[in-house]
């Protein structure tokens, strides 16, 4: 199961340790959506930012997230 969050209503003014927790959730600019895993630390903080955020459980998994090597990564390849 994973959850869709979006960020519904702007940030600016709140508390800072709620503009952490928005941007724990990866949510910067308005309307922005992110799929996240469903996880009870995830349900914590939207629970917390309730007031700032919409979401809905959506079937299947969250998208896993892979590193992506830069340049200094090929270089060391390379040599």
Known sequence: MALKVKLVKS???APQ?????????GLY???SE???KDTPSVRG????V???VSFEEIPGDA???T????KAGQKAKEA
């Open 11 to 13: 940030w600016a003014g």
């Open 17 to 25: 340790d709620q503009r952490d927790t928005v941007a724990g959730l």
């Open 29 to 31: 600019k308005m309307n």
């Open 34 to 36: 992110k799929i996240l």
């Open 45 to 48: 903080m939207i629970a917390k």
């Open 50 to 52: 309730q007031h700032l």
């Open 63 to 65: 998208p896993v997230r």
């Open 67 to 70: 590193r992506r090597k830069g």
